[in-house]
């Protein structure tokens, strides 16, 4: 079974601190992972994706991953109380049905002003 | 990014009644789409998956004859909830794929009463 592992939260930093959301995932047949926030009430909407070993940058944000470890983060830095929402990690595998993404429970990030 | 329209927002009905709710993609063809549902601060669980021409397919304990999907054409996609309960109360969420990214619809809040 395609699992996805996220802590709940919910994560508090103050304002601009790093926040730093961390991912599991258990199938090694994971080919990308992608981060969306989420806010009350609303649809997810898509921060960034990543699918090779490393860091990949974009702003203020930087997704991280590991394959060995089976590992995915993602750091927000000079966090903003506008960042204040649930962070969802989904992995992306491949079935007969076509490419699915798998999403974790969410971490709600909060910051304090 | 692309945009996926999801249709209506919000929906209140009563008990028994069938509810359609429509996903378009705007600006580009998906010939797959996906059909989400949430509760209450839990993550996105896949309900089925929507391929234009075909049959859904449907995630392992979702009622096919229940949770009616049509996927006539490239751009339009939608699940109707049929003999609608309490319980079916949630939102729903669709997405379609534009090369490597998902893209979410804005979501539709279903109460049954």
């Not at chain 1, 007969?96 to 798998?102: I, K, R």
């Not at chain 2, 989400?36 to 996105?44: A, I, N, T, V």
């Not at chain 2, 449907?58 to 939608?78: C, M, P, R, W």
Request: overall charge neutral; proline content about 4%.
């Amino acid at each position: 079974q395609k699992e996805v592992e996220q802590n709940s939260g919910p994560l508090s930093v103050p304002e601009g601190a790093i926040a730093s959301l961390n991912c599991t995932y258990s199938d090694r047949g994971s080919q990308s992972f992608f981060w969306y926030r989420q806010y009350s009430g609303k649809s997810p909407e898509l921060i960034m994706f990543i699918y090779s070993n490393g860091d990949k940058e974009d702003g203020r944000f930087t997704a991280q991953l590991n394959k060995a470890s089976q590992y995915v983060s993602l750091l927000i830095r000079d966090s903003q109380p506008s960042d204040s929402a649930t962070y969802l990690c989904a992995s992306e595998t491949a079935d007969n049905a076509g490419n699915m993404l798998t999403f974790g429970g969410g971490t709600r990030l909060m910051v304090k002003p | 990014g692309a945009v996926v329209s999801q249709h209506p927002s919000w929906v209140i009905c009563k008990s028994g009644t069938s509810v359609k709710i429509e996903c378009r993609s705007l600006d580009f063809q998906a010939t797959t789409m996906f059909w989400y549902r949430q509760f209450p601060k839990q993550s996105l669980m896949l309900m089925a998956t929507s391929n234009e021409g075909s049959k859904a397919t449907y995630e392992q304990g979702v009622e096919k004859d229940k949770f009616l999907i049509n996927h006539a054409s490239l751009t339009l996609s939608t699940l109707t909830v049929t003999s609608a309960h309490p319980e079916d109360s949630s939102f729903y969420i669709c997405s379609a794929r534009k090369n490597t990214e998902a893209f979410f619809g804005q979501g539709t809040r279903l109460t049954v009463v």
